[in-house]
């Protein structure tokens, strides 16, 4: 991967973690993929697997080094996607195990799925170009 130039901040700090927020993105991005495409159904939680457990890892361990940077901003908005995609996960378990909620179930993670893929576009985007996110 390549390793972005960070902007200079005006204290003149450039240890900023770029390639953790690199990692983190890539690592989301290849437990989604691998989940919706190994399954060819809406999966239950795509940033559930192993990979998408390592890149929360590295979202909480890299948070502090990235602290005062646009990088936190990143760390933040993969930290959130995971908690809420786990959520909305779980709910659709629960809607799944009453029978008369499958539908709603799938409904569910259907829409998880394409909410979690467009939060790591919109996210890899603005990386890409080094801006933080706005909002977060």
């Known amino acids: 991967m390549a390793e972005f130039p960070a902007p200079q901040s005006a204290s003149g700090s450039s240890n900023v973690p770029v390639t953790a927020g690199v990692i983190a993105y890539a690592l989301f991005a290849i437990a989604a993929i691998v989940a919706i495409a190994s399954h060819g159904l809406p999966v239950m939680g795509p940033l559930v697997g192993v990979l998408g457990i390592v890149a929360i890892i590295v979202c909480y361990v890299k948070r502090d080094d990235a602290a005062g940077t646009w990088v936190a901003s990143h760390l933040t908005w993969l930290i959130r996607t995971f908690w809420w995609s786990l959520l909305w996960a779980v709910v ?22 394409v909410w979690v893929i467009y939060r790591l576009v919109r996210g890899y985007l603005l990386f890409k170009d080094s801006k933080a996110i706005p909002g977060v």
């Open 92 to 113: 659709g378990i629960i809607l799944f195990v009453t029978l008369i909620g499958i539908p709603f179930a799938i409904a569910l993670w259907l829409a998880t799925d």
